[in-house]
């Protein structure tokens, strides 16, 4: 399965922009879903995951600004963020694990869509 995201872009701080993620494979319910960031010179950071239950759950950063949904039957994942502020500038990437294993040897990840915070 491969992962491809989109919706990055430029915008000022108090803007909107929605990224989704969309998979190659119609198995996107039997994954756990997840966006991840990394800014420049920082670690790679969870944003929010969903699980194949929609069990959700979102960084402290963002809780309250940043919504993550996915439509299975559409084989995609979206994170809706607002109020956005220039450190949420970096590389945002989707990630997929599956459940049906507990390692990370076939989790999947997109390969990233730039957002960036700037007036």
């Known amino acids: 399965m491969q992962l491809v995201e989109s919706g990055g872009g430029l915008v000022q701080p108090g803007g909107s922009l929605r990224l989704s993620c969309a998979a190659s494979?119609?198995?996107?319910?039997?994954?756990?879903l997840a966006w991840y960031r990394q800014a420049p010179g920082k670690d790679r950071e969870l944003v929010a995951r969903?699980?194949?239950?929609?069990?959700?759950d979102y960084s402290d950063s963002v809780k309250g600004r940043f919504t993550i949904a996915r439509d299975n039957a559409k084989n995609t994942m979206y994170l809706q963020m607002n109020s956005l502020k220039p450190e949420d500038t970096a590389v945002y990437y989707c990630?997929?694990?599956?459940?049906?294993?507990?390692?990370?040897?076939?989790?999947?990840w997109g390969q990233g869509t730039q957002v960036t915070i700037t007036s």
């Open positions: 494979e119609r198995v996107l319910s039997l994954y756990n």
């Open positions: 969903i699980n194949s239950g929609h069990v959700i």
């Open positions: 990630h997929a694990h599956p459940t049906w294993v507990n390692g990370p040897e076939n989790d999947v």
